[in-house]
């Protein structure tokens, strides 16, 4: 079986296609779409942003994504829509008349990205509730345009979309048999149901398991490297749920962080603003909770936060089910708790205790759709003014998310004052000896991992401590 999608209400079908083209190289090459740009192939600038739609419920779903790291198989039975697809006959929809007529495209490069982003929100794509500025967060200008291009988004809030024929269409597409193929000897499979993926991943317990291609897809884009045998999750429907109960809330692997934003955020607000800061619009429209987890980086913005929340990992195979503190997962750098034909069905977050102290700080080189240089996330439960629990982790500390024992042993026990936190954030520097990078050097990282606590402190006595007072500690 080859792809199929819709595109503008036809349908393409890709009878043998390669399950590492991106849906980028054949917008621009055999389709002739070549108003949707190549700009840094890794889904950082947003000059390939499309949107992306499915049927949920009697209704579709439209997300903003790029385009440069979305492999084939990631569209079969889906709609997609295209900067093309805006102005039928050559006539600008009002979005692209404002953008035209107020300065917001200057050398033009961007501007379909931009134009794309901008629709999705005004149509009510998936993230639509944002303010604008972060609905284009993952659209670079390198023109410095923003003032206008913001102002053409606010302009235009909201345009009426009928989707009627796009659900005719979606509906024609749909199928309930798992999709397969093969190129050049490397196989594909976009299974239907979790039951499906056991099967397949029992036959071929070495795939590389595809939820959203974030990271995957630059192995392809820049590592170049040849994937023998992929699985793609995104279609298996059972695993798309989130549940919300009084003990806390379970995401399921294929759980969008665009998605989870909400469940997240009612936990306590701090995870929301972390997840507003994962990547742009189109990254968290793509990729999953669960997949963050299971790619083990020891730089994930998710695992640091949800081990200080005491998560939970569930794993499926063949074999059955098995379930782990989150933090035992990561076993060394590039190294998962995971075995053969294994995969990470959900994670669950319980909910907070009462006399929870909570902070989730995130650091890095700019403050919107950046790779964190260090992450702290702290969890203290205090009762009668004494701290009887704590769980301090952090991401870009060590080879894996970790927690800081040292920093943990310093806090419980003491008082919640002034001295318990000077005591643990000098207890906190012997936790780690991390490495020196682009992002930082070990040095400016075991000092401001030790400011992260500190501006736990000061906000819990009401002092209002920015990102920019902890970068200069």
Request: glycine content about 12%; overall charge negative; charged content about 20%.
């Amino acid at each position: 079986m080859g792809v199929r999608f819709l595109l503008d209400g036809s349908v393409v079908e890709l009878a043998e296609p390669d399950p590492t083209a991106t849906l980028l190289e054949t917008l621009r090459g055999p389709l002739r779409r070549t108003g949707t740009k190549e700009g840094c192939a890794e889904g950082d600038c947003g000059a390939c942003t499309v949107l992306v739609g499915e049927a949920v419920g009697a209704a579709v779903q439209w997300r903003a994504v790029n385009a440069c790291i979305l492999f084939l198989p990631m569209i079969h039975g889906k709609a997609v829509m295209t900067v093309d697809s805006l102005a039928p006959g050559g006539k600008l929809n009002p979005l692209q008349a404002c953008m035209a007529a107020n300065g917001s495209s200057q050398c033009g490069f961007c501007t379909p990205g931009f134009a794309m982003s901008l629709h999705g929100r005004a149509i009510g794509a998936l993230g639509s509730e944002l303010p604008v500025a972060d609905a284009i967060a993952g659209n670079l200008c390198r023109c410095t345009g923003y003032g206008p291009i913001l102002e053409a988004g606010e302009t235009v809030p909201r345009l009426a979309q009928d989707d009627g024929a796009v659900l005719a269409g979606l509906s024609e597409l749909a199928g309930h048999a798992m999709a397969s193929g093969s190129f050049e000897g490397r196989q594909w499979f976009v299974p239907r149901s979790s039951d499906e993926l056991v099967e397949v991943l029992a036959a071929h317990p070495q795939a590389r398991i595809v939820a959203g291609a974030t990271d995957v897809g630059l192995w392809v884009t820049k590592g170049l490297r040849d994937l023998d045998c992929l699985v793609f999750i995104g279609d298996v429907a059972d695993l798309k749920a989130i549940e919300e109960t009084p003990e806390g809330v379970r995401l399921s692997a294929g759980v969008r962080y665009a998605e989870a934003h909400g469940a997240l955020a009612r936990l306590h607000p701090d995870l929301g603003e972390l997840v507003r800061r994962i990547g742009g619009l189109q990254v968290r429209s793509s990729a999953t909770v669960c997949g963050n987890i299971a790619n083990g980086s020891p730089i994930g913005d998710g695992p640091p936060a949800l081990i200080a929340l005491g998560a939970e990992l569930t794993l499926r195979s063949a074999a059955g089910r098995r379930t782990m503190p989150l933090e035992d997962y990561f076993l060394d750098y590039g190294k998962q708790d995971r075995r053969p034909g294994e995969f990470v069905e959900s994670v669950f977050v319980p909910r907070l205790a009462a006399g929870s102290v909570v902070h989730v700080s995130k650091l890095s080189r700019r403050f919107d759709s950046d790779i964190s240089a260090v992450l702290g996330a702290f969890a203290l439960t205090v009762e009668a003014g004494t701290i009887t629990a704590a769980r301090v982790a952090f991401g870009g500390m060590a080879a894996t998310p970790r927690r800081a024992a040292g920093c943990e042993a310093a806090l419980v026990g003491k008082p919640f004052s002034e001295a318990a936190i000077a005591a643990a954030a000098e207890a906190l520097k012997g936790d780690f000896s991390p490495l020196s990078d682009v992002r930082g050097s070990a040095a400016y990282r075991i000092e401001v991992a030790s400011a992260l606590l500190w501006r736990l402190w000061h906000r819990e006595q009401g002092v209002a401590v920015s990102v920019l007072d902890v970068e200069a500690c």
